[in-house]
């Protein structure tokens, strides 16, 4: 049904509440990054608008150090869509300072917490390979 997939990954060794965190600002980098993966604003039954939500779904699956390390790679080597969520971004308070530890952070050694990932299906596939779905 559609061209392409899109999937979030996050460590599987979090607190529950960092978990739906990390899910939760990757969704919105993957919403920046790739605008038409919005669908049209809801409407209800009395005409009130509301936002509009993905046209498709978000696979979320889990995933230790190195498997999210592994995702990454690909993800990049296969020029997807990537949304990287660190894990010295917890202890940040603000975008800027996100911006500051993700920029200091070792480019091939991150400690990620979570990625997004969006692209065509089959590249999306390799990257998630080997991990599971969330339960």
């Known amino acids: 049904m559609f061209d392409t997939k899109v999937a979030i990954i996050v460590r599987s060794d979090l607190a529950t509440w960092q978990r739906l965190n990390v899910v939760a600002f990757l969704s919105t980098g993957l919403a920046s990054a790739a605008p038409e993966m919005l669908g049209a604003p809801y409407v209800d039954a009395t005409g009130h ?8 779904p978000i696979l979320v ?3 230790d150090l ?13 020029e997807l869509t990537v949304v990287p969520f ?15 530890v993700f920029r ?18 089959k ?7 080997g991990l599971a779905l969330h339960p």
């Open 49 to 56: 608008p509301y936002a509009s939500m993905s046209v498709q």
């Open 104 to 121: 200091a952070e070792d480019a091939a050694n991150m400690n990620l917490v979570g990625i997004a990932v969006r692209g065509p299906k």
């Open 61 to 63: 699956f889990e995933g």
């Open 66 to 78: 190195a498997g999210l390390q592994g995702a990454h790679r690909t993800a990049r080597e296969r």
């Open 123 to 129: 590249a999306v596939d390799k990257a998630v390979k």
């Open 86 to 100: 660190i894990q010295a971004m917890f202890a940040t308070g603000h975008d800027e300072a996100n911006r500051e």
